[in-house]
């Protein structure tokens, strides 16, 4: 069964394998003892320490393990909120980053700090001058993603982090996705990344903090780690988490330009097989293993079982695949379509057959999932041309108000409008989306009753 979802977590690396059950035999014991067995340990950790810190591009004593990359993010952040608390409470990131930030930042506020959204452009990528416009005076830390966990698009590390530098400014990055293809490039200040999104195990996270970095570290002071991550070094783990990350990095340049190859055949494919979908994310600074589409007229948990029953595993940000039943952030910072949205991320050997049978199989579960709803094939012709119409989608989820809209957008005459009524959230980003996609004109939202009116017209 073809497994394409290793952007939220790849196969364990054999090397990690073989790494993980050898430091289960050697490096069982503290690394905080002197005696035989425990300087054993402390062996293995620091030379762990080495190979990942060489592999991030900072000193062994900057980088330390935590228990996941969230708790990493977490730490990082409160540390160097922390430490600079003198220069102000203000934290500056990007509409796109991940949960982890997004919820460091809603703590901070709930603390009586102030954090700023910086928007992105439809790729998903912020403008640096944009970036630089949101910090201020009383800016304590910077935060931007090195690439995208939905879309794949890389953000311009290396610009914002000089225009933070200009600005005294520390800049985190999260490089979970993209540490095991390569380092992140620029003058970074803090750094994080998670072992499980290369192939290494779950439950090791990494964070690096430059020397000369205000860093604070919160909660209860520990012994280990620097007092920067409390608790017993998983230490099997770690040693298979580096090792694992050396074996990837080898494997990295070869493999980037075999899987930027399959993505860009999927990217093709797909929009010319797949009526109404959009490719979201950058087309060329992406990562080279991860594109998202989005299908109009699509309800996106369906799509996931129905691909899911014919052997591909993939994920999604759409809201239909969530427990809110809100949209995902990111397409919704992106203002792209959020439903019927598929990501496929693909693992390190994954063969060239299992992406050309995907390729057969989507046009297809596609088309029975919008013909189980009533999607509309065509456009249908307009019999008596009318002033406006309105849809009531009212108490209707996921692609069903846009279904609706694109069923009698043909009923009025070019010129003429139509209101969506809907209280759906998603329809406050699909129909926009929808408009773009198919040249009409979104005029605008206006308050309803219930829900929302969503005012759309025609124009072809």
Not at 30 to 48: I, Q
Not at 97 to 106: D, F, G, I, K, M
Request: include cysteine.
């Amino acid at each position: 069964m073809p497994y394409f979802d290793a952007a939220s977590a790849a196969p364990l690396h054999p090397v990690a394998r073989q790494a993980l059950l050898a430091a289960l035999d050697e490096g069982w014991a503290d690394p905080a003892r002197l005696y035989r067995e425990g300087r054993r340990a402390r062996l293995l950790l620091d030379a762990a320490r080495e190979a990942a810190a060489e592999a991030v591009g900072c000193r062994p004593d900057e980088l330390v393990f935590t228990s996941s990359g969230t708790s990493a993010v977490h730490a990082g952040i409160a540390g160097a909120l922390s430490g600079r608390r003198r220069v102000g409470r203000h934290l500056a990131l990007s509409a796109v980053e991940h949960s982890s930030v997004l919820h460091s930042a809603a703590a901070h506020e709930a603390a009586g700090g102030s954090f700023t959204e910086v928007p992105v452009e439809r790729s998903g990528a912020v403008d640096p001058a944009a970036y630089a416009g949101a910090l201020r005076p009383d800016t304590a830390l910077a935060c931007l993603q090195s690439a995208n966990h939905e879309v794949g698009t890389e953000q311009p590390v290396e610009e914002v982090a000089a225009l933070c530098a200009e600005a005294g400014v520390p800049l985190l990055v999260d490089a979970a996705q993209s540490l095991g293809w390569g380092r992140v490039a620029g003058g970074w200040s803090l750094l994080t990344a998670s072992a499980h999104k290369w192939g290494g195990p779950a439950g090791v996270g990494l964070l690096a903090v430059r020397k000369g970095v205000r860093f604070a570290p919160q909660g209860p002071a520990g012994e280990r780690e620097s007092g920067r991550a409390p608790g017993f070094e998983n230490l099997p783990a770690i040693v298979a988490a580096a090792a694992s990350l050396r074996a990837v990095r080898d494997e990295a340049a070869a493999e980037a330009v075999r899987l930027r190859g399959l993505v860009d055949r999927i990217r093709s494919v797909v929009a010319e097989r797949v009526g109404d979908v959009e490719v979201v994310g950058d087309p060329e600074r992406r990562l080279p293993h991860l594109v998202t589409f989005s299908c109009l007229y699509v309800d996106g948990e369906t799509l996931l079982h129905e691909l899911d029953r014919h052997g591909f595993s993939v994920s999604s940000g759409s809201s239909c695949t969530s427990s809110t039943l809100e949209p995902s952030h990111v397409l919704k910072a992106m203002g792209v379509l959020s439903e019927g949205n598929v990501r496929v991320s693909l693992p390190l050997g994954t063969a060239e057959a299992d992406v050309d049978r995907f390729l057969e199989v989507v046009p297809e579960v596609v088309a029975e999932v919008r013909e189980r709803l009533g999607a509309p094939v065509s456009t249908p012709p307009s019999p008596a041309p009318v002033a406006s119409l309105v849809v009531d989608a009212l108490g209707r989820r996921c692609p069903i108000p846009v279904i609706e809209l694109a069923k009698v957008i043909g009923e009025v005459p070019v010129g003429a409008t139509v209101t969506v009524l809907a209280d759906d959230e998603a329809a406050r980003l699909d129909i926009p989306a929808w408009c773009e996609m198919r040249e009409q004109e979104y005029v605008g939202e206006e308050p309803a009753d219930r829900g929302s009116a969503y005012v759309v017209r025609r124009l072809s």
